[in-house]
């Protein structure tokens, strides 16, 4: 390392008007800056690289991280011709990305986003935990394996905010009798838990058993570490309630829906019924099937929040006038306007306008023609960038090594390897010439 001494005046005299600025100015600027520029800036000096990786910092810009809407396309056949996964993000000037999210492999599953780290569901025996805006990404070991009838909707992942630990659940269906390898079966009794960091995963009891058809048609979400799902409940009114699991203390919760059925439109069908979380609230969603095209909405869209969980109070959010041609399925609420997707193949939002919950929707934009994924196979989530490392976990021996990647997935990190290699390249380049001109200084002073 080139001595005080010998550094070039203007580099001194830079470094000692940026770091004579109070610790806490600094911290601010920094708040401002995208992770790609800070993983940047910890290779400037050692102050600065201490600040942005201490853990202190990396809670708080999480805490002032701007939020993108992650819409996640899984890999599928069409027509014979395999399509592989992809993901795009919304900033919240709804401006949509221009490039891919290299941690994301092609035939990666998503079962949750969380403080900037992505839980995917993989083909093989693991799972990948993957920071988002870093590409640091880790493989943990799958509760079981080769289990027949395994679904990625199965897998949850969550943070609770006293403990500070990340949490993956995974809804473990009851095996059949008389069969010789595990089978998932359409009822569970166990959630399987595994903390990030512990060395093995562990079987919860619930308290009864319950629908796993539930769970891959409604969803499930992770809310301030308790994570929510619908459950079957034949004597209530909307014929659903919400079960919680507290992923600090391991324990089970019901909470009844509101009280006051959903009107039902005369030439529905069945109704549909989502659970989401829309302005870090837990929200459910419901509406009415078209009899003759059950992949089509009729009537309105109503959606409930969970005002107070103790009191096991809601009230209603929104009550949408649907056109009959879009699609049933998760819809994300970003800022004040509203995802939908169209049986055209296109992406739409909405404004959301009106009063006392009843909701008009107003200036369509066309966001993206997701074909050819199929329209409803599209999910939606709430995301940040985020600086959260994973090195800390990656010693367990949970963790496994990755399959050695190839065909379009090599392809896909190729051009992530590559652009990190040209930013390190850059540096490089940049150390080097200042390393020059520190020799040619130190030798013309000695002249």
Not at 101 to 113: A, E, H, Q, R
Not at 164 to 181: A, M, Q, V, W
Request: with cysteine; proline share 6%.
């Amino acid at each position: 390392m080139v001595s005080e001494e010998i550094k070039p005046k203007k580099q001194r005299d830079e470094e000692c008007i940026i770091n004579c600025l109070p610790g806490e100015l600094i911290e601010r600027i920094f708040f401002k800056l995208p992770v790609s520029t800070l993983l940047r800036c910890t290779g400037v000096c050692e102050q600065w690289h201490k600040i942005i990786r201490g853990p202190q910092f990396v809670t708080s810009h999480l805490q002032h991280a701007p939020h993108y809407a992650l819409l996640f396309f899984p890999q599928e056949s069409v027509s014979g011709e395999p399509h592989p996964a992809d993901a795009i993000l919304i900033d919240e000037a709804w401006s949509l990305s221009t490039y891919a999210v290299p941690v994301i492999g092609p035939d990666d599953f998503l079962c949750g986003s969380c403080n900037g780290l992505l839980c995917l569901y993989t083909k093989s025996s693991t799972l990948k935990i993957a920071n988002l805006a870093t590409g640091e990404f880790l493989h943990l070991e799958k509760p079981v394996k080769n289990l027949r009838g395994d679904h990625f909707l199965f897998y949850n992942f969550g943070f609770h905010p006293l403990t500070k630990e990340y949490k993956i659940t995974h809804f473990l269906g009851d095996s059949i009798e008389g069969r010789p390898r595990p089978h998932n079966n359409n009822r569970f009794s166990v959630v399987q838990v595994y903390t990030l960091g512990d060395e093995k995963w562990r079987d919860i009891k619930t308290p009864e058993a319950l629908s796993l058809n539930c769970v891959k048609n409604s969803g499930a979400v992770t809310i301030d570490g308790t994570l929510y799902w619908l459950i079957e409940d034949v004597v209530a009114s909307w014929q659903h309630a919400v079960m919680t699991f507290d992923l600090c203390g391991e324990s089970f919760a019901q909470i009844q829906l509101p009280a006051t059925k959903p009107d039902d439109f005369a030439a529905g069908g069945s109704r549909r019924y989502w659970i989401r979380e829309m302005d870090g609230k837990v929200c459910v969603a419901t509406a009415q099937t078209c009899p003759s095209l059950p992949r089509w909405l009729v009537g309105k869209l109503q959606i409930w929040e969970l005002e107070n969980k103790t009191e096991q109070r809601w009230i209603q959010k929104y009550n949408i006038q649907y056109s009959p041609d879009y699609i049933p399925g998760p819809n994300l609420v970003h800022g004040d306007k509203i995802i939908l997707q169209r049986c055209d193949g296109n992406l739409y939002s909405y404004e959301l306008l009106g009063e006392n919950f009843n909701t008009e929707l107003c200036k369509m934009a066309k966001l993206l023609d997701f074909s050819p994924h199929k329209p409803d196979n599209m999910q939606s989530y709430i995301c940040v960038k985020s600086l959260v490392r994973l090195d800390v976990y990656k010693k367990t021996a949970i963790v496994r090594r990755p399959k050695q990647r190839e065909g379009w997935e090599l392809k896909k990190w190729e051009a992530w390897e590559h652009e990190l290699s040209e930013n390190e390249r850059m540096w490089s380049d940049t150390h080097r010439d200042e390393h020059k001109e520190t020799v040619c200084l130190l030798n013309s002073n000695l002249a």
